[in-house]
């Protein structure tokens, strides 16, 4: 049920959108007269575009005559949780959400000044299948471990075995001084409800000294 009180927003990231005509001649442009870095461009023709200045990015979108004069999109940790809170308060939705091919699940407002604002969350099951084989593998895990684990993998609508691959193949990338997470901040939240709901009350290398 939508609440009205505000959720926790987490937001990685803001891109602020520029309306161009010709979104090829501004990748040019913008990578090789502003020095800009392509970060992405997307459509057959493109028709829209990420560039990227030192840690800050921005997109270029094709020039849409109706569209508003100004405009910024959200990368959020939930965009479905936000969206909720703005439909509650009577906020103008011009596109509800929706998986986009761009690999995010996103959705736009307009504000009563005519700005358009987008608001997203990524999204991994874009793009073509990756073929496997799976194979059994002997596997014991402690008993609290393994029933916030199969918690954890129904709340992200995964099958334990993938919400397993996932984490693993997390932890074979590394980010700065450590290692990168599959979960969101909200996730790692939810986790910690998990952590008491199940009494587990060991810390992560504490696993060094388990003993049945």
């Known amino acids: 049920m939508p609440s009205n009180t505000p959720p926790e927003v987490i937001c990685g990231h803001v891109f602020p959108l520029m309306p161009v005509s010709d979104v090829s001649a501004a990748v040019d442009y913008y990578t090789q007269q502003l020095g800009f870095k392509l970060g992405f461009i997307w459509g057959d023709p493109p028709g829209f575009a990420g560039v990227n200045l030192g840690s800050v990015s921005m997109h270029l979108s094709s020039n849409d005559p109706e569209a508003p004069s100004s405009s ?52 991994y099951s874009v793009g073509p299948a990756v073929k496997i084989e799976r194979v059994e593998v002997p596997l014991r895990l402690e008993k609290r471990l393994a029933a916030l684990m199969q918690d954890l993998a129904e709340h992200k609508r995964m099958s334990l075995n993938s919400c397993m691959e996932e984490i693993l193949l997390h932890t074979f990338e590394i980010v700065g001084d450590g290692v990168a997470s599959p979960h969101t901040m909200r996730t790692l939240k939810y986790i910690q409800e998990l952590k008491q709901k199940h009494g587990i009350d060991y810390e992560t290398h504490d696993s060094y000294r388990f003993q049945e």
């Open 72 to 123: 910024a999109y959200f990368v959020v940790g939930d965009a479905e949780e936000l969206f909720d809170f703005h439909k509650t308060k009577g906020v103008e939705i011009v596109e509800a959400p929706e998986d986009r091919d761009y690999g995010l699940r996103d959705y736009r407002i307009r504000d009563p000044w005519g700005n358009e604002l987008g608001f997203g969350h990524y999204i």
